[in-house]
């Protein structure tokens, strides 16, 4: 079946010597995997290495098999020309590290357009601000809610967050963020993108991202830490 769609860019591997394996996370059929044929050769080959850098978007015309194999492109362009995201050293590190999480995070071979159009619609913003100190943090909160275990904030009152659950507790477990840790994420739940990005100092930004990473550990099964985190770190450190 002959498909067009937009479609975000999770992640390529080099297959051989000439050719790429290419995940993208599509609008009308969520994630596939693509097959590129002498991507790194051919002088008029419209299949450009370029194109399926990290969390690029893409408008693509392509044969869907729809059989769990390999599908291929027949067409390829750039949906949308990121003017920052790959030259701000910042920004190229945030957008490699959500890469990997997304890799980790989406499983399904189905559509949610609601994620993509969150997806595309925050890249963007990306793109066009400077003041992103909590990007990373607020995205990787609100794809839970797409994922299916975002915070249920009801009781964020209360001084504990349980984990396993999701939930505010008065009553503090193993499972439990400590009150001071609960304390920041509930600040962190009330962020939006445009929100002050001094709302929190270094220190309590990676107390964040690892409150975050391990409550993705806890509602993934198999969910592995990006192996560009320790980078991240350094850039935000």
Known sequence: MLVKTKAIVISSLKYQEKSLIVKCFTETDGLKSYFVHNAFSGKNNKQKIA???????????????????LESFKEIKLWAAYHTIHIDIVK?????????????????????????????????????????ANFHL???????????????????DYAFFEMTEGIFTPFQSLSC?????????RKLLALRFDSNQQVFNGKERQQLLKIILDYYSFHLDGFKKPKSLEVLKEVFS
């Open 51 to 69: 194109y399926f850098q990290p969390l690029n978007i893409l408008e693509i015309e392509a044969a869907h098999k729809n059989k769990g194999t």
């Open 92 to 132: 190229s590190t945030i957008i490699i590290f959500l890469s990997e999480m997304l890799h980790h995070s989406i499983r399904e071979e189905e559509n949610n357009e609601d994620l993509f159009h969150f997806l595309e619609t925050a890249l963007l913003w990306l793109d066009s601000h400077d003041e992103i």
């Open 138 to 156: 607020i995205l990787l909160l609100e794809i839970t809610k797409f994922l299916g275990f975002y915070p249920d904030a009801s009781t964020n």
């Open 177 to 185: 963020l400590s009150e001071n840790e609960t304390t920041l994420f």
